[in-house]
């Protein structure tokens, strides 16, 4: 006779997840539930290399209620600001400045 613990248990979806940070590529299975749905749109850290800031990224459908991710994180000592450079955002901040 199965219980409404184990029936929770078997309900969700499986996200065949792999770590991206350099190094690491540790591969895990991370259940998603309506509990820790959450995990989706936050950030945690990986299982293995503990590197916090991880978000989940799907690739693709396996099978039935599995899906392939990556946990990928930000890259370090990347400027965000701007995208072309950090030098035209100087040149744009010293003509409005010259300006008044």
Known sequence: METSVEKNEKQGIIYRTVC??????????LRITPKNAGLLGGTMPCPRCH??????????????KTFAAKLVF??????????????????????GASSY
């Not at 590197?51 to 039935?64: A, V």
């Not at 370090?76 to 010293?94: F, Q, T």
Request: proline share 4%.
């Open 20 to 29: 991206q940070n350099p190094g690491c590529g540790h591969a895990f299975d």
């Open 51 to 64: 590197r916090r800031g991880g978000m989940i990224k799907p690739i693709g459908k396996i099978r039935d």
């Open 74 to 95: 930000r890259a370090m000592g990347v400027n965000y600001n701007g995208g072309a450079g950090a030098d035209e955002g100087d040149l744009v901040s010293e003509i």
